[in-house]
């Protein structure tokens, strides 16, 4: 998809700009909610281009994608049906635009909730799986708010430090093992995670 594309180079240019920061918090911001290019990106090359402050840009992403979760949240919970069963201009509107929206998917993520809750939005907001699809169908199935908004910060926090930690410690050399590998590692750990907590549940 060539837009997508032209998508990334234009968010990749804020780096270069003096109002990468504010971009960025912007970006993070808009991509828990229905931005289709994720935050770390421009995370990763603010903080190659001044490693001493790689932790404060992982610190403005976090703060913005949360509260950028919160207002997907809303969306879900007050914008979402015109009536119970029946979807909104809104979200007929997401699901014809925005990539990772459909109404079959959306029905099989409620599902998703009603088997794992705290976990699918912990899994959503550290892996790769687009964050603003479970961010409006956590506030459309009305899953408690408390619980949303702490896996996100742990979530969240943890994927964007995680980043913004390697390149604070490694500086260029650590940028192709992201590149490569980070989302497929970050999989990995969620599944070694959940799966433990499953095991423990069982034994118990």
Do not use: C
Request: aromatic share 22%; hydrophobic share 55%; charged share 10%.
């Amino acid at each position: 998809m060539k837009w997508i594309r032209r998508l990334y180079d234009w968010v990749l240019h804020w780096a270069d700009s003096p109002y990468g920061p504010v971009a960025l918090f912007i970006l993070a911001f808009a991509e828990a909610s229905f931005f289709p290019i994720p935050p770390d990106i421009l995370l990763i090359a603010l903080a190659l281009g001044s490693r001493r402050r790689a932790l404060w840009f992982a610190m403005l992403t976090s703060i913005a994608s949360v509260s950028g979760a919160i207002l997907g949240y809303g969306l879900g919970y007050f914008v979402w049906w015109d009536q119970p069963g029946v979807y909104s201009s809104l979200a007929n509107w997401f699901f014809r635009v925005i990539p990772g929206f459909s109404p079959t998917g959306f029905v099989t993520i409620q599902s998703l909730y009603d088997q794992w809750n705290f976990w699918i939005i912990f899994t959503a907001g550290f892996t790769p799986i687009p964050y603003k699809v479970f961010t409006i169908t956590a506030g459309a199935f009305n899953i408690n708010f408390f619980l949303f908004l702490m896996a996100s910060v742990i979530s969240r926090s943890a994927r964007f430090f995680l980043v913004g930690g390697l390149i604070w410690k490694f500086g260029e050399p650590i940028r192709s093992f992201i590149d490569r590998y980070f989302n497929k590692l970050a999989i990995l750990f969620t599944i070694l995670l959940i799966g433990g907590f499953v095991i423990i549940k069982l034994l118990i």
